[in-house]
């Protein structure tokens, strides 16, 4: 099938995330023309209601949700006119007949469900759609994450969603890889010719991804004690920017292409274990302290009671093959960080012989001859920027080094264009059925089985997380992890 699928089935309706994410992507598809003609949305939910009622939450949510210049009264009521409700419970094969009455006709045009459910109703809404006639060749899947919590759980996911779909007809959901500027790694690489022959072990000294929040447990209490940052954040989001910058050059912008040398990378991260977890990661968790400048409580303090959930973690990672051999990956995640920040830092080594002198070093005012530097920066800006060596003007006999940044602001750059919400290119994408920004079951598998070897090296060494201050880049530790090897964090 070529056409892009005609009805969009959402169970989760109800939820956090459709409220603020999928409802308002959903709206700006319609309001650019991008959906399909005669589109039908049905909405699933617990909660019992019906198509008016559902609809006047769906035009709040818009409200709150969406810029004040984005809304629009026309659109927003031509809009929920096409969403349809229907309460379902997983299991309740009465309702999902009812379910399919609402989708009659429509299935040889394509169906596209998205799963905003936790993981433990995956299985269930695919057995409740497959018994009532719903799963054909057209119909798709989407499935938010968390896909399990270690290997063996996310096999068990995958297993019974695999059971009724085809690996073609499953879109697992990774909204970093709907960012602009992560998709933008790909066009970074790829379509300059200075970057690719220095990005290897030859030229590139260290790699730096952070992911860093100042929220806290943000009423994600029952989600995330038990879970925290390595499986949060790690597993899913870090490691598929971390995949993207160590892939090998796929031989096409495919789906299997892409994805194909995406999973190489990860299966080649290097394990660990109960004696390397001690040097090679580190935990943490928030106390109370400041951010923004207002006084916030610790972790155990929200919880309610102590805890030895991890909500920052630092890893050094090395990818055993022959273009990163040697080049440490440093990942550091965290809640309550100073500052809401989403970047990568791509460290080149120094020029082997400096010809400007020792070190580079000629007087006051001039610096040394730094290494460069690119720093790509996803959020809350989004720029690419590229710190170079030059000269200082003036007339000195001996050359003054200066290091100055080549700024290239996407936002600035593209100031016309309107930053669109990762989910909407990700929603495209499922209509369309294009899977290249899509999880793979073996990539999601190679991410896990990384993981879990760091989580067992954490429990066989009894490595508990170290305390640090709400406002802080997590425990001191943490900056002992690269600087001990000369370098430092990026912040």
Same mark, same amino acid.
């Given at each position: 099938?070529?056409?892009?699928?005609?009805?969009?089935?959402?169970?989760?309706?109800?939820?956090?995330?459709?409220?603020?994410?999928?409802?308002?992507?959903?709206?700006?598809?319609?309001?650019?023309?991008?959906?399909?003609?005669?589109?039908?949305?049905?909405?699933?939910?617990?909660?019992?209601?019906?198509?008016?009622?559902?609809?006047?939450?769906?035009?709040?949510?818009?409200?709150?949700?969406?810029?004040?210049?984005?809304?629009?009264?026309?659109? !927003?009521?031509?809009?929920? !006119?096409?969403?349809?409700?229907?309460?379902?419970?997983?299991?309740?094969?009465? =309702?999902?007949?009812?379910?399919?009455?609402?989708?009659?006709?429509?299935?040889?045009?394509?169906?596209?469900?998205?799963?905003?459910?936790?993981?433990?109703?995956?299985?269930?809404?695919?057995?409740?759609?497959?018994?009532?006639?719903?799963?054909?060749?057209?119909?798709?899947?989407?499935?938010?994450?968390?896909?399990?919590?270690?290997?063996?759980?996310?096999?068990?996911?995958?297993?019974?969603?695999?059971?009724?779909?085809?690996?073609?007809?499953?879109?697992?959901?990774?909204?970093?890889?709907?960012?602009?500027?992560?998709?933008?790694?790909?066009?970074?690489?790829?379509?300059?010719?200075?970057?690719?022959?220095?990005?290897?072990?030859?030229?590139?000294?260290?790699?730096?991804?952070?992911?860093?929040? /100042?929220?806290?447990?943000?009423?994600?209490?029952?989600?995330?004690?038990?879970?925290?940052?390595?499986?949060?954040?790690?597993?899913?989001?870090?490691?598929?920017?971390?995949?993207?910058?160590?892939?090998?050059?796929?031989?096409?912008?495919?789906?299997?292409?892409?994805?194909?040398?995406?999973?190489?990378?990860?299966?080649?991260?290097?394990?660990?274990?109960?004696?390397?977890?001690?040097?090679?990661?580190?935990?943490?968790?928030?106390?109370?302290? !400041?951010?923004?400048?207002?006084?916030?409580?610790?972790?155990?303090?929200?919880?309610?009671?102590?805890?030895?959930?991890?909500?920052?973690?630092?890893?050094?990672?090395?990818?055993?093959?022959?273009?990163?051999?040697?080049?440490?990956?440093?990942?550091?995640?965290?809640?309550?960080?100073?500052?809401?920040?989403?970047?990568?830092?791509?460290?080149?080594?120094?020029?082997?012989?400096?010809?400007?002198?020792?070190?580079?070093?000629?007087?006051?005012? *001039? /610096?040394?001859?730094?290494?460069?530097? +690119?720093?790509?920066?996803?959020?809350?800006?989004?720029?690419?920027?590229?710190?170079?060596? /030059?000269?200082?003007?003036?007339?000195?006999?001996?050359?003054?080094?200066?290091?100055?940044?080549?700024?290239?602001?996407?936002?600035?750059?593209?100031?016309?264009?309107?930053?669109?919400?990762?989910?909407?290119?990700?929603?495209?994408? +499922?209509?369309?059925?294009?899977?290249?920004?899509?999880?793979?079951?073996?990539?999601?598998? !190679? =991410?896990?089985?990384?993981?879990?070897?760091?989580?067992? *090296?954490?429990?066989?060494?009894?490595?508990?997380?170290?305390?640090?201050?709400?406002?802080?880049?997590?425990?001191?530790?943490?900056?002992?992890?690269?600087?001990?090897?000369?370098?430092?964090?990026?912040?």
């Amino acid at each position: 099938m070529t056409e892009p699928s005609a009805t969009f089935l959402l169970f989760g309706a109800t939820g956090d995330l459709a409220r603020r994410m999928i409802f308002p992507s959903l709206y700006n598809l319609l309001s650019d023309g991008l959906l399909p003609d005669d589109f039908l949305i049905v909405a699933s939910g617990r909660s019992d209601m019906d198509d008016e009622a559902f609809r006047k939450e769906v035009d709040a949510a818009l409200r709150q949700f969406l810029p004040a210049d984005r809304y629009d009264g026309d659109v !927003a009521a031509r809009f929920v !006119a096409l969403i349809g409700y229907q309460p379902v419970d997983a299991g309740n094969a009465d =309702q999902f007949a009812k379910l399919a009455e609402r989708i009659d006709g429509r299935l040889e045009r394509g169906l596209s469900v998205y799963l905003s459910t936790p993981p433990s109703l995956f299985a269930p809404t695919a057995q409740g759609l497959s018994e009532a006639g719903l799963i054909t060749p057209h119909t798709r899947i989407a499935m938010e994450k968390p896909i399990g919590k270690d290997l063996a759980s996310s096999k068990i996911v995958n297993d019974g969603i695999g059971a009724l779909f085809v690996e073609e007809q499953i879109f697992r959901v990774d909204h970093y890889l709907g960012k602009e500027t992560v998709q933008n790694l790909l066009a970074l690489r790829f379509g300059n010719v200075m970057f690719e022959p220095l990005w290897n072990t030859t030229a590139i000294d260290h790699v730096q991804i952070t992911v860093g929040e /100042t929220v806290g447990l943000e009423g994600r209490v029952s989600y995330y004690d038990g879970v925290g940052a390595l499986r949060d954040m790690v597993q899913n989001h870090m490691l598929q920017i971390l995949s993207i910058i160590a892939m090998e050059p796929p031989a096409r912008m495919d789906p299997t292409a892409v994805r194909d040398e995406k999973v190489k990378a990860l299966r080649s991260l290097r394990p660990m274990s109960a004696d390397t977890v001690k040097h090679l990661s580190v935990r943490g968790q928030y106390t109370p302290g !400041a951010v923004g400048g207002q006084i916030v409580t610790g972790y155990a303090d929200e919880l309610g009671q102590p805890s030895d959930t991890e909500t920052f973690v630092a890893l050094k990672a090395y990818i055993d093959n022959w273009r990163w051999q040697g080049v440490p990956f440093y990942l550091r995640t965290g809640k309550r960080m100073p500052a809401r920040q989403s970047e990568i830092v791509i460290q080149f080594k120094p020029v082997r012989h400096s010809i400007f002198g020792r070190d580079g070093q000629h007087g006051a005012g *001039g /610096t040394g001859l730094e290494p460069n530097t +690119l720093v790509i920066r996803l959020q809350p800006e989004e720029y690419i920027r590229l710190q170079i060596m /030059t000269k200082r003007p003036g007339l000195e006999r001996q050359v003054q080094l200066e290091e100055v940044t080549l700024d290239v602001s996407l936002t600035a750059a593209f100031a016309g264009q309107r930053r669109r919400i990762a989910y909407e290119r990700l929603i495209l994408d +499922l209509l369309a059925g294009d899977q290249t920004l899509f999880v793979r079951r073996d990539e999601v598998e !190679a =991410q896990w089985a990384w993981i879990d070897s760091i989580i067992d *090296g954490w429990r066989e060494a009894n490595v508990k997380p170290a305390a640090y201050s709400s406002g802080n880049w997590g425990p001191s530790s943490a900056i002992a992890l690269i600087e001990r090897d000369g370098a430092s964090w990026h912040d």
